[in-house]
């Protein structure tokens, strides 16, 4: 079974400058391209993870500024709003003929008290041996010891990728790839390939946007740390511009950065 997972970055569905604004032009086309791929290679498994965009960073700001915790309040609420934009999601999803089942990641995974994650795996296979794509997203779970943490999509995102043996982890962003240092830099190099045990040196930016909660490219890459296989393909590439989630499916050439041990 060859399996994929897509990430969707927060700033690739939603407008992260404006509080609950959802790009649904680019999430029509996006599905279009999925679905393309999907029926044209129906032997392949597709597992979709997507970020909290304005919706779960803005909502988790709001908390955090208010309360400086996370508390049941923040969990039951930024769980329902994450959920809102994945159900959105999955409408245009459906609609373009991809069977998506949203499993909502506060009910999959746990936090255990060593910082690892606790997942229902078995259910995850299931869905795809029975030609689901299942939907995850970037959330709020509970810890074994009571507390309420964020989950980036990009943590679940590696984590499912090694414990699955995905063949491939495409993350879609709003920039071209890894570049040297922040993009908007005059001398700022997009890398063409980058191995995780050199990064250290060759990237130090760390660029987030207004309310980003959990990190940016630097946190992604750093993650992929005792996750990536020598087996597993990992892209970093722009889901803005058209055809090139279809490109990254399908294995063809992209503009974008290969991800190596
Ligand atoms: O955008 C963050 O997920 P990410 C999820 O993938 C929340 O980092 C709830 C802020």
């Known amino acids: 079974m060859e399996l994929i997972i897509l990430k969707l970055g927060g700033s690739v569905i939603c ?20 679905s393309k791929f999907l029926k044209e290679e129906p032997e392949k498994k597709l597992i979709i993870i997507h970020g909290g965009g304005s919706f779960g960073h803005y909502a988790v700001q709001e908390y955090l ?3 400086g915790i996370l508390d049941l309040e923040a969990l039951v609420n930024v769980e329902r709003i994450m959920l809102e934009l994945s159900t959105t999601l999955a409408d245009y999803f459906i609609d373009a003929g ?36 299942p939907m995850m997203y970037g959330d709020l779970i ?11 999509g990009d943590t679940l995102a590696w984590e499912l ?15 071209d790839g890894v570049y040297s240092s922040k993009p908007e830099f005059p001398n700022a190099i997009l890398l063409n390939e980058l191995s995780l045990s050199s990064m250290i040196n060759k990237v130090t930016y760390s660029e987030t946007s207004v309310y980003d909660v959990t990190g940016g490219m630097f946190r992604k ?19 803005l511009r058209a055809g090139e989630i279809y490109r990254a499916l399908k294995d063809r050439p992209l503009k974008g950065t290969v991800i190596k041990p």
């Open 15 to 34: 407008d992260k400058s404006k509080p609950f604004s959802i790009r649904r032009r680019v999430l029509r086309r996006i599905a279009n391209e999925i």
């Open 65 to 67: 500024s208010l309360k």
């Open 98 to 133: 991809i069977p998506i089942s949203i499993l909502t990641t506060h009910s999959l995974v746990m936090i255990d008290d060593e910082r690892e994650l606790i997942i229902n795996t078995r259910y995850i296979e299931q869905f795809l041996r029975m030609g689901v794509v």
């Open 142 to 152: 509970i810890s074994s010891k009571g507390s309420i943490k964020v989950v980036s």
């Open 161 to 175: 990728a090694y414990r699955l043996k995905a063949n491939k982890l495409l993350f879609a962003t709003s920039v």
């Open 221 to 239: 890459l750093i993650e992929g740390i005792g996750k990536i296989r020598p087996s597993m393909k990992v892209y970093i590439f722009n889901g």
